[in-house]
């Protein structure tokens, strides 16, 4: 089930096209007891198809582009926040306090990367703001798993119990997650059918001339977007001031797009927004479902004062369930899920080779608009589509789910599903360039077909530092 057919027919693709598309396969890539090159070699396969589909369609080809997936590209981009270098210099990638912790029974996967995150956890452990990873251990050491998750929701941070597939399984959110499709998707009015400009020229760009409202933070979205950016789109990505980046998150998914500062709540902004607003074709959002609501922008209001607008949500644990409000990253989803279980031991939890349901989910995501604007050209509609980390996750453990009704044991049982060389060189998929971050080295986007882009357009630029407005 962790294939391209199942990706493909869950964004409504016409299953005739998957004939385009042809695999290298590399064993060595992404070794893990779950399937986890299948699938993130499926959402790719999708996008890319979804891109070629959308291109042939708008440049009047007689056939959807060759479509090609190579294991090594895509692995490399799924961990393209490890590879990218500054300057030569490495990124942080997870703040001391963002990590797996011991408790009286059993285990807690926290995140705080960011300082408002940081600082709702120690407000939640009643520690002071200059706790340090020695004293917040032996706190944890003293409390149980699933005290330290709700007291650090309560406290609106990051926090949650590591758990079993069985007992993730049995949870209200699991069910509510299995009950929804992997990409939701659908029509929120009778917009009439858009009319696109063609397209002349090399590389194919099957989003060019199209406007995309970036309002996308870590990791899923903004993976959409970069993909989105090199298939042409203007992408505009816009953050509240009070919200900085990551610096080095910035450097990896700010491929392609430019970066802008508004403050929703200010006047003068909300204007300025509301003009972009009426030029966009697509808004991307990532934030907590409802965390948006408050601005106008849940999809139905979006499409009321933007007809024909395409409208695409990523969340952790979906829109739904006891925990459809919740804030979430892609290691508390593998900690909650039973994921970082089947891949850990008795002695310690585990994680995937790669943040693969942030990327995996990002890249089906940037699939379901596309697959949206081609549906738009057809019978128009203004559009929706949902992805959650979570449903992402359910994909993933479906096989070993299966495997083990049937008693034939669980995946993690026995050595990891990918055998071969684990060390597989991402140099092949690497290339540098000079930005106004400093020199780059960069992962290459996995995203091919014939006559299309091959790399950005433009490299990133500082977080903040672009005019609000559309090229």
């Keep these: 089930m962790t294939d391209i057919k199942f990706a493909w027919s869950e964004l409504g693709g016409d299953p005739a096209l998957l004939a385009r598309v042809s695999t290298v396969v590399r064993e060595g890539v992404l070794p893990a007891r779950l399937p986890v090159r299948e699938l993130a070699r499926a959402c790719v396969g999708a996008c890319a198809l979804a891109g070629a589909e959308l291109g042939a ?93 709700d007291a650090v929701y309560a406290a609106g941070g990051l926090a949650v119990a590591l758990r079993t597939p069985q007992e993730w399984a049995a949870h209200e959110q699991a069910a509510a997650i299995a009950a929804r499709p992997l990409v939701e998707r659908g029509r929120l009015d009778g917009a009439r059918a858009r009319t696109f400009a063609p397209l002349d020229g090399t590389p194919v760009l099957p989003a060019a001339g199209l406007r995309v409202l970036d309002l996308t933070r870590v990791l899923a979205g903004p993976v959409a977007t970069r993909t989105l950016a090199l298939l042409g789109a203007d992408v505009l990505r816009v953050d509240a001031p009070h919200l900085a980046e990551l610096p080095d998150q910035h450097a990896d998914t700010g491929f392609g797009k430019r970066s802008a500062l508004l403050d929703l709540t200010a006047t003068a902004d909300r204007r300025v927004f509301e003009e972009l607003l009426a030029a966009a074709d697509v808004v991307v959002a990532g934030y907590r479902p409802g965390a948006l609501d408050r601005f106008g922008l849940s999809p139905e209001a979006l499409a009321e004062r933007r007809p024909g607008l395409v409208v695409a949500q990523v969340s952790a644990w979906g829109a739904y369930g006891p925990w459809g409000g919740r804030r979430g990253f892609d290691s508390l989803v593998q900690a909650a899920t039973g994921l970082a279980a089947v891949e850990g031991s008795a002695e310690r939890p585990g994680a995937l080779p790669a943040q693969a349901l942030d990327h995996g989910t990002g890249y089906l995501l940037a699939a379901g608009v596309l697959r949206a604007l081609t549906e738009q050209s057809h019978d128009g509609g203004s559009r929706f589509v949902r992805l959650a980390l979570a449903r992402t996750a359910a994909w993933l453990t479906e096989d070993a789910r299966m495997d083990e009704a049937k008693g034939k044991g669980t995946a993690k049982e026995g050595a990891p599903k990918t055998a071969g060389d684990a060390r597989v060189d991402p140099q092949p998929w690497l290339t540098e360039a000079d930005s106004p971050l400093g020199r780059l080295r960069y992962a290459l986007p996995p995203v091919s077909f014939d006559g299309g882009p091959r790399d950005w357009a433009r490299p990133p630029g500082p977080w903040g530092a672009d005019p609000a407005r559309w090229l």
Aim: aromatic residues 6%; without cysteine; hydrophobic residues 45%.
């Design 57 to 149: 369609r708008r440049a009047g080809l007689p056939e959807v582009p060759a479509v090609q997936v190579d294991d090594g590209a895509v692995a490399t981009a799924f961990t393209s926040e490890r590879q990218v270098l500054v300057d030569g210099r490495a990124p942080v990638l997870f703040a001391p306090l963002s990590r797996f912790w011991r408790t009286a029974d059993g285990w807690v996967r926290t995140h705080a990367n960011y300082p408002h995150h940081r600082a709702r956890l120690l407000k939640a452990l009643g520690m002071s703001e200059d706790a340090d990873p020695a004293s917040v251990e032996a706190a944890l050491g003293e409390r149980s798993a699933l005290d330290v998750e």
